[in-house]
T-cell receptor, first 116, second 114 residues
Framework: DAGVIQSPRHEVTEMGQEVTLRCKPI?????LFWYRQTMMRGLELLIY????????DSGMPEDRFSAKMPNASFSTLKIQPSEPRDSAVYFC??????????????FGPGTRLLVL | AQSVTQLGSHVSVSEGALVLLRCNYS??????LFWYVQYPNQGLQLLLK??????LVKGINGFEAEFKKSETSFHLTKPSAHMSDAAEYFC????????????FGSGTQLTVLP
């Protein structure tokens, strides 16, 4: 299996620009998670989709952040406009969610975002 | 609400020595507990998880963890450290049910000295 695929792996942009991060979950998985990792705040859940529907977006920092999952094999996280404090590593993870809990989340390699 | 506390942001051990990384959790429901490892510039990889079956859980690369409800702990151990074990380790808790999301600890950076 190819695993969770994220693109781009690295992104450098200037403050005010729009940034779009992309994720392809593992085929057959029905849950998708976006996390952000920073030195100051550690790993934070931003948003969680189940069957392409956003279930919990309480971790999205502010209106500048938006996420979509138009189909089971693709999701985007968009920041518009970007700010230097958005610099972080953004991870996408996917899992198969059944009636039982405790399923494993599989993480992508992450996108390193630097906003100048 | 759930939370995880990892004691010690940095742990150093000599090669061949015991590895002990500490994790304490707080959960209002029976928890599901995970240990993930992150190598430099990579994503997180599952080491092992506890899902209310056996309290002693064996994972990959010789790691294991024991769930102790009375101590609300889920410490990670490995009898003999290898240089390749140097990485950052994260403990995480999931509340189960509709709460699928993981809540991560702050991580422990493991250094293995030759």
């Amino acid at each position: 299996d190819a695993g969770v695929i994220q693109s781009p792996r690295h992104e450098v942009t200037e403050m005010g620009q729009e940034v779009t991060l992309r994720c392809k979950p593992i085929s057959g998985h029905n849950s998708l998670f976006w996390y952000r990792q920073t030195m100051m705040r550690g790993l934070e859940l931003l948003i969680y989709f189940n069957n392409n529907v956003p279930i919990d977006d309480s971790g999205m920092p502010e209106d500048r952040f938006s996420a979509k999952m138009p189909n089971a094999s693709f999701s985007t996280l968009k920041i518009q406009p970007s700010e230097p404090r958005d610099s972080a590593v953004y991870f996408c993870a996917s899992s198969w969610t059944s009636g039982r809990a405790g399923e494993t989340q599989y993480f992508g390699p992450g996108t390193r975002l630097l906003v100048l | 609400a759930q939370s995880v506390t990892q004691l010690g942001s940095h742990v150093s051990v000599s090669e061949g020595a015991l590895v002990l990384l500490r994790c304490n959790y707080s959960s209002s429901v029976p928890p599901y507990l995970f240990w993930y490892v992150q190598y430099p510039n990579q994503g997180l990889q599952l080491l092992l998880k506890y899902t209310s079956a056996a309290t002693l859980v064996k994972g990959i690369n010789g790691f294991e963890a024991e769930f102790k409800k009375s101590e609300t702990s889920f410490h990670l151990t490995k009898p003999s450290a290898h240089m390749s074990d140097a990485a950052e380790y994260f403990c995480a808790v999931s509340g189960g049910g509709s709460a699928r999301q993981l809540t991560f600890g702050s991580g422990t950076q493991l250094t293995v000295l030759p």
